[in-house]
């Protein structure tokens, strides 16, 4: 999983062990954003009574500030509210947001008997998460009514707020973010996970030649070293993932081609000249891939910016995965 979905499933997780505790809790969610935000909307954090947290709203700018008003009952004592950062500027200064940010923070307080049917709710969040899969919360906070529904929409959020600004209704679906599975360690392989990495994707290499584990420094990436058949079905099999293969193998890349057919990955792509990509469609007829299949392989790969270099060839790769996730499905 990527950093995000990692911290996603962290808050989740430790939500779900205090409200089985019956420890009095907050879970914190960016709903808003303006100007230069640090943690993007959905974002979460989750806190106890002892000022312990998990997540992160700001990288560390208003966390103090709102566990403080938290455990001294200023804020959010017994229901939902909803809090602006950022939005003077004696706020810019004190919390030090970057470039004038400003940050709309749902919190709701779980301080009282938590019913089964909501932790019942949480937890099927968890396995959501754990699972890739998204799902859907839906709270009232005019009835106190929520509910959670699997779903087969993206990542998402909508606060609906009354004339006073305050929480009315949130639908927030949980789920995994973009998946980039790369088969192949090369200079391009470097680039294109870190142009990834700050598009907010979750990053993995795939490479199972010794000789280039100790080559890739790349951080906050997961690395593995099986063989790519392997590594694409166990780890790159749902409708969030982009497979491409960039080996300079083609016994790698035909391998990790071969299973990603298979998966649900909404991109597949192997880099190559046009020559090569018609070499390599050929050897994927004869080893049982039919046409239909094909047609959802890209290659050459990434949008036509007449790349040389293997910067500017990962920047078309990530463009047209960006563009095709982009798409209406």
Known sequence: MSNHDFLDLAVISQLNRWLHEGTSCWLCTVVETWGSSPRRTGSLLACNSEGIIVGSLSGGCVEDDLIAQLQTGTIAADRACYKIYGQTQTDIERFKLPCGGTLGILIEPFVELISDTIKQQFIQIEQSL?????????????????????????????????????????????????????????????????????????????????????????????????????????????????????????????????????????????????????????????????????????????????????????????ADIIARYNEPR
């Open 130 to 318: 754990l699972q890739r899969k998204a799902i859907q919360r839906t709270v009232n906070y005019t009835d106190g009514t929520q509910s959670v529904d699997v779903t087969h929409q993206r990542p998402d959020l909508h606060l609906d707020k009354n004339e006073h600004h305050q929480p009315r209704q949130l639908q927030h679906t949980y789920g995994p973010e973009v998946h980039l599975m790369i088969i192949g360690i090369c200079e391009v392989s470097r680039y294109l996970a870190q142009f990834a990495l700050a598009t907010g994707y979750r990053v993995s290499v795939c490479d199972p030649r010794p000789e280039l584990k100790s080559q890739w420094q790349i951080d906050n990436t997961s690395i593995h070293t099986g063989m790519p058949d392997d590594v694409v079905r166990d780890y790159a099999n749902d409708p969030n993932c982009a497979i491409v293969t960039v080996s300079h193998d083609p016994r790698l890349d035909d391998m990790g081609l071969m299973d990603a057919f298979s998966t649900p990955a909404f991109y597949l792509g192997a880099m190559g000249s046009q020559a090569s990509s018609n070499k390599r469609r050929q050897r994927l007829l004869q080893l049982g891939i039919s046409e239909q299949q094909l047609h959802r392989l890209h290659a050459p790969i990434g949008i036509d910016i007449h790349s040389k270099t293997p910067a500017e060839i990962a920047i078309a790769i990530i």
